[in-house]
């Protein structure tokens, strides 16, 4: 398949960090429409490779393709308005904002206001902000924390927050949502309720990269994955072939595959 079927094509990434070689020729391509896994011990460069796509890593080589157009992962702020949106394995929310002041914020990489309307703030200005203001509350809603939209992001549940930071990230209208471990830390229940998210997030027509530990979850949500295993591919595929992937089971998964 050409580039032209995937949303993001990645080929030949390498990144050293000075006597380490942390990625070894990895790449990946992602359907659009899909939740694609990246899982792999620890170590494995999971991290790297995610840091590398979204621009918080320059890579030493590497080709990148997002909807179609080459992309260079050179700055965050640049591979947001490129249309990838990520959050962290870290919350890091504003913790003395609102939820609903945390979304407008992350919108604000598509607004059309420069130096001169955020000073004068003319007619056009008040009204993007008012509409930006509706989007926040669409998202919060859509989150399933709506009404929490006037508390203080320190002040929600652990869940709660890791919702936030998914309703801000799509507040950038991405075309691909990179999710770093949105399980970490969460209990069962909340675990069920971010699988339930992201079900609905894909059936809207959004693709989702997502890092994860948590093998059941990875498993049940992803239509196809790359495992990385010391900043290397050592498979890829349906979810099903990669669980019965010996290298994988030797790797990683071990008794968690049978």
Excluded: W
């Excluded at 930006?132 to 669409?138: C, G, L, N, S």
């Excluded at 998202?139 to 652990?158: E, Q």
């Excluded at 059936?203 to 290397?232: A, Q, S």
């Amino acid at each position: 398949m050409s580039n032209d079927n995937f949303l993001l094509s990645v080929q030949g990434v390498n990144k050293r960090f000075g006597g380490l070689q942390a990625l070894s020729d990895v790449g990946l391509q992602i359907k659009p429409g899909e939740i694609y896994g990246l899982i792999g011990p620890n170590g494995a460069g999971k991290t790297t490779f995610f840091n590398v796509i979204t621009g918080l890593y320059t890579p030493d080589s590497g080709e990148f393709v997002l909807g179609g157009k080459p992309y260079q992962p050179t700055a965050v702020h640049e591979v947001a308005k490129t249309g990838i949106a990520r959050t962290f394995q870290n919350i890091r929310l504003f913790g003395d904002m609102t939820a609903l002041e945390n979304v407008m914020v992350g919108r604000h990489v598509r607004t059309k206001a420069g130096l001169f309307g955020a000073v004068f703030r003319p007619p056009s200005v008040r009204r993007e902000e008012e509409n930006i203001e509706d989007m926040a509350h669409d998202l919060l809603d859509y989150v399933g924390i709506g009404k929490y939209a006037n508390f203080t992001s320190r002040n929600l549940s652990y869940g709660h927050q890791r919702r936030l930071e998914i309703a801000r990230a799509l507040a950038t209208e991405p075309k691909l949502l990179a999710l770093d471990e949105p399980a970490a830390g969460m209990n069962a229940t909340e675990k069920v309720e971010l699988r339930g998210l992201l079900d609905k997030i894909r059936n809207d027509g959004k693709t989702i990269l997502l890092i994860e530990h948590d093998v059941k979850l990875v498993m049940g949500l992803c239509n196809r994955m790359t495992v990385l295993d010391y900043g290397k591919v050592i498979a890829q595929g349906l979810p099903q072939d990669v669980q019965s992937n010996p290298a994988v089971i030797e790797a990683y998964l071990g008794a968690s595959a049978h």
